[in-house]
Nanobody
């Protein structure tokens, strides 16, 4: 059974940092592009960041560019999201996802581009 399991969420004050992890089990995703999305209450799930299989190519939502960094360790079948300078508007459930392709493709921001999803981890940023 393929599973993506997020961890590292929590409560942090504005300006603080968190590092999310997403470990895969059931199969290797070392040759798959990966992504992070988030969903706040009442909102649709939105794109945060994506990375190709090698870690060399990354994409970010404008709202997190310069503050968040996506990375991966293929030896651990894990992708990370380092979040710095957090803001209250970053509060959401963060989900990791995986694609069937090595590259991020033409539509890395679409949820429909990712067939594999984790259950999510809550991030709450207080003001």
């Amino acid at each position: 059974q393929v599973q993506l399991l997020e961890s590292g969420g929590g409560l942090v004050q504005a300006g603080g940092s968190l590092r999310l992890s997403c470990a895969a089990s059931g199969r290797t995703f070392s040759r798959n592009a990966r992504g992070w999305f988030r969903q706040a209450p009442g909102n649709e799930r939105e794109f945060v960041a994506a990375v190709d299989w090698s870690g060399a190519i990354t994409y970010y939502a404008d709202s997190v560019k310069g503050r968040f960094t996506i990375s991966r360790d293929n030896t651990k079948n894990t992708v990370y999201l380092q979040m710095n300078s957090l803001k209250p508007e970053d509060t959401a459930v963060y989900h990791c996802a995986a694609r069937n392709s090595v590259g991020v493709g033409a539509t890395p921001r679409l949820t429909t581009s990712y067939p594999y999803w984790g259950q999510g981890t809550q991030v709450t940023v207080s003001s």
